[in-house]
């Protein structure tokens, strides 16, 4: 019984309630807008459409990122070392070319979410709204100013830059391996002929009676093949001597 009767109050102030605010609204002057002559005052901070001013974008992403329906899809190239693509409104030093920015407002469910992460400003909602078309694909808006032209370069640039820097790392690669094969062959030699490398020396007097056995053994070895290829050569000019005559 008790919540019957609770019901049937809240049922009757529920009612009551909203035709009050009728019956206020019944006895004033209707206002129309006469639109497009008459346009109506925005409200502060209000969510229309995205606009971005490229000359401030560092191709950084984070709006990208941000988005949760993927409205966003940006490119970018790297700068060469010679290229110098100045700086932002906000002094942000610029490294990238932004070969594409474009935003489908046809997805875009005006969250906002793409705004607060950009460091330098420059992606924005304005107040525009009237951007309707028959195609969708009409709202596929692109803020990227590079030409075709413009992105061959860069692109051929930054390829040459990586060849170049590949060539030189690969140079140095060489040199240091030259270097090292040279130094172990002085050190070889050095032990060779019975004197004392910078490791030898290092290691002090511990098995320097072992080592200099081992470099007489190699130094006679030596001298019995260089004695072996004299007399062979003495043999053959012997021969070519007897048989010209």
Excluded at 33 to 43: A, C
Excluded at 54 to 73: F, N, Q, T
Excluded at 116 to 134: A, K, L, Q, R
Aim: some cysteine; proline content about 3%.
């Amino acid at each position: 019984m008790v919540k019957a009767l609770t019901d049937t109050y809240s049922t009757f102030k529920s009612i009551f309630t909203g035709m009050g605010i009728t019956m206020r609204h019944l006895f004033k002057r209707s206002v129309t807008v006469q639109y497009p002559e008459v346009r109506d005052v925005l409200p502060e901070r209000v969510r229309l459409k995205l606009h971005v001013n490229i000359d401030d974008c560092i191709g950084c992403r984070l709006c990208e990122r941000a988005c949760p329906v993927e409205c966003i899809e940006i490119g970018t190239i790297k700068s060469t070392d010679n290229d110098d693509l100045g700086e932002t409104s906000t002094g942000h030093k610029k490294k990238l070319w932004v070969d594409k920015f474009d935003i489908d407002m046809a997805k875009c469910c005006y969250c906002e979410l793409c705004v607060h992460p950009c460091p330098t400003d420059c992606i924005t909602m304005v107040e525009e709204y009237e951007y309707s078309t028959y195609d969708r694909n009409d709202l596929i808006f692109s803020f990227s100013d590079m030409t075709p032209e413009q992105i061959e370069r860069a692109n051929r640039k930054l390829q040459e830059e990586e060849e170049e820097k590949r060539r030189k790392k690969e140079e140095a690669k060489r040199a240091r391996e030259k270097k090292a094969a040279e130094k172990a062959e002085a050190e070889g030699d050095g032990a060779s002929t019975g004197k004392p490398s910078a490791n030898t020396k290092a290691s002090g007097a511990e098995g320097g009676a072992d080592a200099s056995g081992d470099a007489d053994a190699d130094r006679e070895a030596r001298r019995a093949e260089r004695e072996a290829r004299r007399a062979a050569r003495k043999a053959e000019r012997e021969t070519k001597k007897k048989s010209e005559e």
